[in-house]
């Protein structure tokens, strides 16, 4: 968890890829892979991403989801990731955010022999919401850059179906959590938990 996310097709996200495809970068992704810009995103895809440029100014890049480590590492704990080796420095100064349309999350039922069993396919995102806004990390591989999402214990309803759930921002929290010098521990603080949960069936009319 997070393992899934859905960009859609609305005027917000073609300004975000618009401003993507401007990116020098997309030229040197698009040697090693095609990007994502629409529909369902899995870990290694190269999605769009806003960080902060070279300028300090709020930019939106390519990053391909997931840490290469002796597994792919696609999420981080907010609790332990400004001490864990692997995430430490990027929890510092290397901050990011993922626009997305919603997260998806499977329900977690524990059955009659105990065991936990995977159930239906949720989208979730806040009421309301454009953009959802999931906070991650990133760094460079082989000079390219890469993230993961961050996670943290979820609000009532999601935790009805897991027990976990993505860091989510408001808007208006966005350009402070990617700058290099804010201090995240403070902006976490005002992360979204309330969120409407869809069956991803009837929510995606399939």
């Known amino acids: 968890m997070c393992g ?5 097709d609305t005027d917000k996200f073609r300004n975000i890829i618009d401003e993507l495809m401007r990116s020098p970068l997309v030229a040197v992704w698009q040697k090693i892979a095609a990007l994502t810009t629409s529909g369902e995103v899995c870990p ?6 806003v960080a902060i440029n070279r300028r300090g100014e709020r930019a939106v890049f390519p990053m391909k989801w997931g840490f290469a480590e002796r ?14 080796t692997t995430f430490r420095e990027a929890w510092k100064s290397h901050r990011c955010a993922i626009p997305v349309s919603c997260y998806n999350e499977w329900s977690h039922i524990r059955g009659a022999d105990g065991k936990v069993h995977t159930g239906e396919k949720y989208c979730i995102h806040p009421e309301d919401s454009d953009i959802t806004w999931i906070c991650g990390l990133y760094r460079f591989e082989d000079g390219l850059p890469v993230f993961v ?8 309803e999601v935790s009805k179906i897991h027990d ?12 402070d959590w990617i700058r ?13 938990t309330d969120m ?11």
């Open 180 to 192: 290099p010098d804010a201090n995240p521990d403070g902006i976490i603080t005002a992360a979204i």
């Open 71 to 84: 597994s792919l590492l696609i999420n981080a704990r907010v609790e332990t990731a400004s001490w864990k």
């Open 196 to 206: 409407v949960l869809e069956r991803a069936d009837e929510a995606l009319k399939i």
């Open 4 to 8: 899934r996310y859905r960009i859609e």
């Open 44 to 49: 290694t895809d190269i999605v769009p991403v």
């Open 149 to 156: 999402i961050l996670t943290r214990e979820p609000g009532e």
């Open 164 to 175: 976990r759930m993505p860091l989510i921002l408001p808007d208006e929290y966005i350009d």
